[in-house]
Structure formats: structure tokens, C-alpha cells
């Protein structure tokens, strides 16, 4: 089956500037994650989606950082204005549905850096 | 808090050497536990969960409840076991898992 698609691959902003990213998750996959990975450290996650429904934002930092899944398929993050902070891999994963049972299919990722 | 800490960063062995990657592991509650790994130039993929009680690619992990530890082992290193090997919490139904910080695994031949 085809994989997580992520893009772009690389992205290259001057901070303050406003950045996108995409996601198409495994065809039938219900739930979707988005992940920033700083360098030297594991995977954090940002927000994670059931369908086109927010289940966890907790570590979003809404002032900075949208996402939207609207018709349950596909999903974009956004950061506007970024920081240089934001500079990192973002990941999305998705799995069949939530649940810890349920093996996360990552993505190759977004790499950003923010100058 | 729930927390997940990986000691080592760096982990260099020689080729046919055991291998142990430490795991601990702050929670609560009934913990689920994993081992993702990441291959040079390849995605995140799960190696194996506590729930199963498999081995995967001759690698195992027991969960040690009492010294909340899920450590990663195989008994004789592999060049292409070279890689990050990252452990992870699984802590509610949502599925939310928190990373440690990784283990970078060298095998030298």
C-alpha cells in the first residue's frame, strides 16, 4: 500500500514568514498526527485528528500554529509568523483508527528552517 | 507527568556484540510501551510493542514495571541494525504517544 505522502520536503523561510505543509495519510486511515521533531530530541505531538475532528491540540501553540483536516482525508499545517524556534522535522503519521493498539505509519517529513 | 528518557544518545558496538538500549519510563497508570526505529534516509517505523511478546529482527524488550523500564536487546548486533531507536509511551485511547529522546546505534564490522 502506498504511504504517508508529506510535502514540501524542505522548506527554507525568514522568520516572521508564513509556511504550509501537507499530509495525505494511508487511504482509509481515520486518524492523523502531526508531530514536530527539534533536532536531537523525539518526535512531539502537535495535534492529532479523527476524521476531520480535533481529538488533541494540547501541545499546539494556537497563536502561531493552524491545522485542518476538512474533509477527513488530507491535512495542512500552518505557521504563521513563524519563529526560529520552529525550525525542525514535521511529521505526519496516521493509523486505521486511535488507539494505542493501533501501529502510526509516519511520514518522510517536512524539513523547515526558519533564518 | 508522563515522561520517557532514553540515557544514552550514542551507542557504538562491534559487530556480533549484545546490545542493550535503555528505556524508563514516568506514568501512572498501565503503561503501553514501544521501540520505533529510523534507518539512515528511511521513515519512522514501529519495531515492536510490549503487547505482543514478539521479537522482531532478533530484537526484544520485557517491561519491568517495577523498575519502569522497557529496555531494547539483541544478542548480537548486526551492521544494519545501525540506526535511531526511539522508545515511546502510549498512555490513553486517543493513542497519544510521547518519544524519548532517541539512541543513535552504531555497529562497527
Known amino acids: 500500500e502506498a504511504g504517508v505522502a508529506q510535502s514540501p520536503r524542505y522548506k527554507i523561510i525568514e522568520k516572521r514568514q508564513s509556511v504550509a505543509f501537507w499530509c495525505n495519510p494511508i487511504s482509509g486511515h481515520a486518524t492523523l498526527y502531526w508531530y514536530q521533531q527539534i533536532l536531537g530530541q523525539g518526535p512531539k505531538l502537535l495535534i492529532q485528528?479523527?476524521?476531520?475532528?480535533?481529538?488533541?491540540d494540547s501541545q499546539l501553540p494556537k497563536d502561531r500554529f493552524s491545522a485542518e483536516r476538512l474533509k477527513g482525508v488530507d491535512s495542512t499545517l500552518k505557521i504563521q509568523p513563524a519563529k526560529l524556534e520552529d525550525s525542525a522535522v514535521y511529521l505526519c503519521?496516521?493509523?486505521?483508527?486511535?488507539?494505542?493498539?493501533?501501529?502510526?505509519?509516519f511520514g518522510p517529513g517536512t524539513r523547515l528552517t526558519v533564518l | 507527568a508522563q515522561r520517557v528518557t532514553q540515557p544514552e544518545k550514542l551507542l557504538s558496538v562491534f559487530k556480533g556484540a549484545p546490545v542493550e538500549l535503555k528505556c524508563n519510563y514516568s506514568y501512572s497508570g498501565s503503561p503501553e510501551l514501544f521501540w520505533y526505529v529510523q534507518y539512515s534516509r528511511q521513515r519512522l517505523q514501529l519495531l515492536l510493542r510490549?503487547?505482543s511478546r514478539e521479537s522482531i529482527k532478533g530484537f526484544t524488550a520485557d517491561l519491568n514495571k517495577g523498575e519502569t523500564s522497557f529496555h531494547l536487546k539483541k544478542p548480537f548486533a548486526q551492521e544494519e541494525d545501525s540506526a535511531m531507536y526511539y522508545c515511546?509511551?502510549?498512555?490513553?485511547?486517543?493513542?497519544?504517544?510521547?518519544f524519548g529522546q532517541g539512541t543513535e546505534l552504531s555497529v562497527k564490522p
Open positions: 510490549h503487547i
Open positions: 485528528f479523527q476524521n476531520n475532528g480535533v481529538v488533541d
Open positions: 503519521a496516521s493509523s486505521l483508527v486511535a488507539g494505542v493498539y493501533n501501529e502510526q505509519f
Open positions: 515511546a509511551l502510549g498512555y490513553n485511547q486517543g493513542g497519544k504517544l510521547i
